[in-house]
């Protein structure tokens, strides 16, 4: 009995390593080895174009926090992020309990405000910039049809960060909505009964007592979320900007981006790849944290 | 008694006006959500719009949606036929249809084995699954890319393809969707003399198929559009693909706008066509990750 | 939570003297195309507790939100003490509710909970928008009476050790009690409640039963009370309205239900276990069971098929011993009864057979056990046994299932009618 036990479970196991085996290889070649080779390299001066290297300890670090553009890329990036995240968060949330009590429309919206996830951000990135355009795009001529003067909405280094939030805004509201809707969805019917028999049937009433709290777990989910999407903004400063006018528009990734792969300076992108993902892991940690905290209910 | 009962109108709460389709402050919502849904749309009309214009007309002062010269022909078929257009959306069915094919292949045993079988080093395993997730291509990108140079397969399919072979999210979501399959069914199919590849294909693979679908979605939505791999490994035009090409050919094709527009339509429009026709799952797919892109 | 704790004896004082008299005239309801009330009028009386019983879908619980105001009626008039409650909001019209699931807040601790109501009712806007709301002098002037409300109601449900706890950390009898509570801080003159028990196990369902009766009968308020469960309607209420359909089939006290069903469904939904259906037809001045008939008067001419009802208890067993029976005398219809399965209930037994002239119908006997009872000579004896039929509790049904009421003329105690013989 037991050795017949037994020969079962080491025929599971058998199998059990034959199925994880091609999965496991890939995660060691694709995500370990990348990361402990990353980490090598950040110690290095390694370039691509030429074979020697030598360790430098932490001077990639050193660099990085004395180095003028990652300053600026920060700071880009941050600026970026105060202005985006705000607005994804409200607008989306707003939208969400908008749609969720239209009874007709409901899915023809939903469909018309998740079109722009769908498209090809790096397409609609120059449609974008035509439309933004400070000469002759249609914004502007809007602009000036209501007597205001034209805005050069991507030459100017005030404005361009503002503009990039605008187009990232338009392609990912339809995003957050959908799990704004979904969070919404599942409050349970009867609390909103119980709620209007308590007397909580103001709007007002109804969204503080009971909806926004429940909404809770999905809230930490989309602002963590949309935290990460604003780090990394890339499409668009790649294809609109290139971090222009005068490195205005240079934020983090794209800069990690110019470090590695334009002049070649594996060492010190790998040491602002590495920053980079210590950034997304925080937000990864005070999600899980909250997470946690959230299982009560 | 009974006149009393029909002439008063029963009046419907306030909280529950909604209910209503005709209150005023519900016309006036859905006014100003249709407004910004046009807002949303516009960028798509004035795209569909400018790609059928003659350049002159594109950025004329007093925008039409309906074109006064109509070029459409000639710009798309300059687009498809004249540039290689035709190639660059060949290359990115090529490489996503290759990436989610391998990821399916890896991903499936994986999860399963994850999820109801016991070995040793499955938790291990799973903890760096999770550990996994959450980190990006961006960071891993410059390893790779050196490993690619060095063996000499840079600007190839499998370049293009090899850092997304292994999605440890879909092996988290295919585990979590295993784990919720009864142990009951499993263990009655082996009492039936199942083996375990066939509980496999012919138990579990069933079962997961709104799973995979939505994953498929998502892989294949992600990596159409993706910018920043291809364009980091991608040197020649033949290995080009869709979204890549909007870069180079924004320079290339200078001034002739209607031309730019067309190929960003070409673009654009397989994934917003896909999403119309099966916008449950494409919603659904997309959204499961909480990550865009 | 100690079990079996009564629930208590409270309400009078903070009451004063309340009427609440509560009218439904000609409530309709449909929801697309499928009429949900079919024109219920309803007359509620001042403190009565009133049980709207029926299976799921027979309209019960849209009747009780539209008492609420949860739901909107499409006609038909809600009066409360005689003012029309029609397009009154929930909190405008007096009542309070318990909810099937208990709908508690999951993010607010027991005492937010219960204080809610209390909160929306005493509280302006201003002083119950987060961030601001501990400035304003609404909030500081009214918390300390809203938190003492919430603390005398809790004592009295016994439950003011729970209130700094999440719904999510009690149990189910205890989220139970803290559903009470937050319906009765707010005071109301009638009281909802929807199938409150159904998510509580059998003993602790028996339990709160009986505590809610309580309350009723401390408090005064007048409760509407809906259930799917015969048993807790016929125990609990002053009145059961039974509903099928969208419509009352009978309302009136539960043993005018129990003993005067109006129709066929009500007798069969009413009495547990169910009563027994036998064949029959009715002739002007006799009803025949098999081929014997026994003199009937009716009180309208009737001619036809019948169907016969027998409850479980009014069938007595001859031959074994310490089987005890409701009304021992006047059983004067004897049958032949073919007995196939015994259930030992504990205090009392179940029977199931088939009398002989009906073989096919399935037909149980209910009897109390009493000291000497002979389990062996139950379950030994033949198959076949001899019964008695009490004649004055036969309930007589014309084939649409109308009850024809009626008098059992002759049989009497000296002269006994033996329908068996015959065959």
Same mark, same amino acid.
């Given at each position: ?297 | ?35 910004g849904a046009w807002v949303m749309v516009f960028p798509f009309i004035w795209m569909i719009s400018s790609s059928v214009k003659?350049?002159? /007309? ?15 022909? /000639? ?7 004249? $540039? ?32 109801k079988l016991k070995f040793r080093g499955s938790t291990i395993l799973f903890g760096t699954v999770i550990a996994c997730l ?52 499993? $263990? ?9 590849? /066939? ?48 870069? $180079? ?36 797919g997309i959204t499961m990750t909480g990550v865009k892109g | 939570m100690p079990s079996g704790v009564p629930l208590i004896v ?16 000609? !409530? ?89 109501? =209390? ?43 729970? =209130? ?158 310490? =089987? ?8 004067? !219809? ?90």
């Amino acid at each position: 009995m037991s050795a017949m036990a037994s020969l079962m479970q080491s025929k599971q196991t058998r199998l059990a390593y034959m199925l994880v085996m091609p999965a496991a290889v890939l995660i060691l070649v694709i995500y370990i080895l990348p990361i402990i080779i990353v980490f090598f390299v950040s110690l290095t001066d390694y370039s691509l174009v030429s074979d020697y290297y030598e360790f430098v300890g932490m001077e990639n670090y050193e660099k990085m926090f004395s180095d003028e553009a990652f300053g600026n890329a920060l700071v880009n990036t941050l600026i970026y992020a105060a202005i985006f995240l705000p607005a994804a968060f409200i607008v989306s949330l707003v939208l969400a309990i908008a749609i969720q009590e239209q009874k007709q429309f409901r899915s023809v919206l939903e469909v018309l405000f998740f079109l722009p996830v769908t498209s090809t951000l790096a397409a609609m990135a120059i449609v974008w910039a035509a439309l933004m355009d400070s000469g002759q795009g249609v914004i502007n001529h809007v602009i000036v049809s209501i007597g205001l003067e034209k805005i050069n909405f991507l030459g100017s280094e005030d404005l361009v960060l503002f503009s990039l939030a605008i187009i990232s805004l338009w392609s990912i509201i339809g995003f957050n909505m959908v799990l704004f809707l979904a969070g919404l969805t599942s409050i349970p019917q009867n609390l909103y009964e119980a709620a209007a028999i308590d007397g909580a049937s103001h709007p007002i009433d109804k969204f503080f007592r009971v909806t926004w709290p429940m909404l809770g777990p999905t809230t930490m989910f989309v602002a963590v979320t949309t935290s990460i999407t604003a780090f990394k903004l890339f499409d668009t400063v790649a294809i609109v900007t290139q971090g222009g006018p005068d490195h205005a528009s240079e934020v983090f990734l794209y800069l990690a981006f110019l470090e590695g792969f334009e002049y070649f300076n594996m060492g010190y992108s790998s040491a602002l790849s590495l920053f980079f993902l210590c950034i997304i892991f925080t937000f990864a940690l005070v999600q899980a944290f909250f997470a946690d905290r959230n299982v009560q209910y | 008694m009974s006149d009393i009962a029909i002439s008063s109108s029963p009046t419907i709460p306030r909280w529950l006006s909604r209910l209503k389709p005709k209150s005023v402050g519900g016309a006036i919502t859905t006014c100003i959500l249709f407004l910004g849904a046009w807002v949303m749309v516009f960028p798509f009309i004035w795209m569909i719009s400018s790609s059928v214009k003659p350049t002159d /007309e594109v950025y004329d002062s007093d925008f039409t949606i309906i074109p006064k010269t109509f070029k459409g022909f /000639e710009n798309y078929y300059n687009v498809m036929f004249e $540039q290689p257009y035709l190639m660059f959306i060949l290359n990115s069915m090529i490489v996503c249809t290759g990436i989610l094919a391998v990821q399916l292949l890896t991903a499936i045993p994986a999860a399963y084995a994850l999820a109801k079988l016991k070995f040793r080093g499955s938790t291990i395993l799973f903890g760096t699954v999770i550990a996994c997730l959450t980190i990006p291509i961006n960071v891993t990108s410059i390893p790779i890319y050196v490993g690619l140079v060095k063996v000499g397969l840079l600007d190839t399919y499998i370049s293009m393809m090899f850092p997304f072979f292994i999605s440890v999210f879909a092996i988290f979501l295919f585990r979590q969707f295993f784990k919720g399959f009864p142990d009951s069914i499993i $263990q009655a199919a082996r009492v039936d003399g199942f083996s375990e590849i /066939e509980i496999i294909l012919r138990l579990i693979l069933p079962s997961a198929v709104p799973a995979i679908a939505a994953f498929s979605v998502f892989s294949f939505v992600a990596h159409w559009n993706d910018l920043y791999w291809p364009l980091i490994v991608v040197q020649s035009q033949d290995k080009m693909t869709a979204t890549l090409s909007i870069m $180079q050919y924004q320079s290339d094709f200078g001034t002739d706008h209607g031309r730019i527009f067309a190929s960003a339509t070409v673009v654009t429009m397989p994934m917003v066509i896909a999403f119309l026709f099966a916008r449950r799952l494409f919603i659904r797919g997309i959204t499961m990750t909480g990550v865009k892109g | 939570m100690p079990s079996g704790v009564p629930l208590i004896v409270f309400l009078t004082g903070n009451l004063g003297c309340k009427m609440a008299k509560l009218s439904l005239k000609n !409530i309709k309801k449909s929801f697309g195309s499928t009429e949900v009330l079919k024109n219920i009028s309803l007359d509620v009386e001042d403190g009565e507790f009133i049980s709207l019983v029926g299976q799921s879908g027979c309209g019960k619980s849209t009747l009780l939100r539209i008492i609420a105001g949860l739901e909107a009626q499409d006609a038909g008039d809600i009066l409360i003490d005689g003012a029309p409650m029609n397009g009154r909001e929930p909190k405008d019209r007096n009542i309070a509710m318990v909810f099937q699931d208990y709908a508690l807040y999951p993010h607010m601790s027991v005492g937010e909970n219960m204080s809610m109501p =209390l909160i929306m009712a005493r509280l302006p806007m201003h002083a119950r928008l987060p961030g601001i709301r501990h400035f304003t002098p609404a909030h500081r002037r009214e918390k300390p009476g809203i938190d003492a409300d919430v603390e005398k109601v809790a004592k009295q449900l016994r439950i003011e050790h729970l =209130l700094q706890r999440k719904p999510a950390q009690l149990s189910g009898g205890q989220r139970q009690r803290v559903a009470l509570g937050r319906a009765l801080v707010r005071n109301p003159k009638v009281f909802l409640m929807d199938e409150p028990l159904s998510n509580l196990d059998a003993k602790l369902r028996v339990e709160v039963r009986s505590e809610i009766t309580e309350l009723h009968a401390s408090s005064g308020l007048t409760f509407i009370y809906v259930t799917h469960d015969q048993t807790e309607a016929m125990t609990m209420s002053d009145r059961v309205a039974l509903m099928q359909d969208g419509a009352f089939l009978q309302v009136g006290a539960p043993n005018d239900l129990y003993a005067n069903p109006a129709n066929i469904d009500v007798a069969k939904f009413i009495g547990s276990p169910e009563i027994n259906m036998i064949k029959g037809a009715v002739t002007s001045d006799q009803v025949s069971i098999g081929n014997v008939a026994l003199p009937i008067a009716l009180d309208a001419p009737f001619n036809g098929a019948v169907q016969i009802g027998i409850r479980p208890e009014a069938i007595t067993i001859n031959g074994v011993p310490g =089987l005890a029976f409701a009304n021992q005398s006047e059983r004067t !219809i004897q049958m032949s009864f073919n007995k196939r399965l015994v259930e030992d209930l504990g205090p009392e037994v179940l029977i199931h057979g088939a009398l002989a002239v009906e073989p096919n119908r399935s037909i149980r006997i209910r009897a109390q056990k009493s000291q000497n009872y002979g389990e062996r000579e139950l379950f030994a004896s033949t198959s076949q046994l001899d019964v008695q039929i009490d004649p004055s509790s036969l309930l007589f049904f014309d084939p649409s299932g109308k009850r024809i009421s009626s008098k059992l003329k002759i049989p009497t105690h000296n002269n006994p009618v033996e329908l068996v013989g015959a065959a």
